[in-house]
């Protein structure tokens, strides 16, 4: 039996999501594989010295930014980490060099940046023999080492063109790149039931004739989502507010405050559908029209594979891997891209104005990353000699 190890940490939230995703798909297909998911801050700092020094654990503190929008200046942050991390890439490399000889697995993947030289040379140096797979978890690379360390023996599934491109471009040999027709996305938004849109949404108090907009920015929400609630009065709303219960606490008060206002004055609001946390996005997603989030890839292509247009957008406040994915957006008709969420009313405006054809761009997708990933990393195994004193030299069944 193969031992894989998926490498994610929280940061974010996507890296463990596509970690789940790529696990839940491989145990679904019966593959002969042991697959082991492995948080990497919990290996290189098992005993939480960051979070006794700072009072915060280093995902929660990025989690935090991004719910209160602190993103500006990131792109040198960036940097100043990058640095960081080959300053202490000695250090960091014999931590690893224990875990790998304490745990032995037999193919490494990896879904975090930056840390990839550190893993793949690491395995390399005290398990001769072991595969490392770079299976990026952005649309695109955000040069230089952010996901592709050309002169390492490193795989590297890419899901966009762009991504292939800059992996040839850094020389990364070509039988090492390896495509997938977008990024990961959990299997349930691949084999999910009709939902009865129309008795839903009335469940839910919302008009089925009108267009309903979903609003997500990740697990933790955003101090955003007040000011597009504010700003699309006539425009009805589900609200997701992931962990952030503070946030689900102040928009259920400004659609209570909008109904009392609007019953004195005879008027009829536009609903609003605040939910907390929740499993079950894909449902919700079900019952929208369009997307209005920040450009993150994984509430992209969740929202795309519901088939809802999507509207974020560019400026100096979004995060350097993450520009690429306004871009896309646009290349592809996928849905519009603004200056601010401060001003995104007209930008809602155009898309409802045009949402036919929206629409239509967003059905000409047909991402299977989830299902591609587990074939690319079975034919990297099949076409890589198996060293006799680690894999077994008989097929399983």
Known sequence: MITIDLIYFNAGGGHRAAALALEAVIVGQRRPWTVRLVDLFDVIDPH????????????????KRLAKGWTLGLAQELKLLQAMIRLG?????????????KTEPDLVVSLVPNFNRALCESVGAVLPGVLFVTVMTDLADHPPSFWIEPDLPQHVVCGTRRAVLQAIAAGCASERIHATSGMIVRPDFYRAPPVDRRAERLALGLDPERPV????????????????????????????????E????????????RTTDAASSAATPAARVVVGFTADVRRYMAL????????????????????LPVITVRNAWTMPQERY?????????????????????????????????????VARLDNRAVFEVPDLIAKILDETAMPASRWPSTTTG
């Open 213 to 244: 907009g979903l609003v997500l920015f990740g697990g933790h929400g955003s101090v955003h989502m007040r000011s597009i609630a504010r700003q699309l009065p006539d425009v009805q709303l589900i609200l997701m507010c992931g962990h952030n």
């Open 325 to 361: 994915n306004t871009e896309w957006i646009v290349e592809h008709g996928l849905g519009l891209v603004g200056p601010s969420m401060h001003r995104i009313a007209p930008v809602v405006q155009a898309l409802l104005a045009g949402l036919d054809s929206f629409r239509a761009a």
């Open 89 to 101: 890439h000695a250090k960091l490399s014999r931590i690893l060099h224990r875990h790998w000889l």
């Open 246 to 257: 503070a946030l689900a606490t102040q928009l259920r008060a400004m659609a209570a405050a």
């Open 48 to 63: 939480g010295q960051f979070e006794r020094v700072t009072g915060m654990a280093p995902e929660a503190y990025y989690n």
């Open 288 to 307: 929208g029209d369009f997307f209005i989030g920040k450009p993150g890839p994984g509430s992209l292509s969740e929202a795309l594979q519901q088939g």
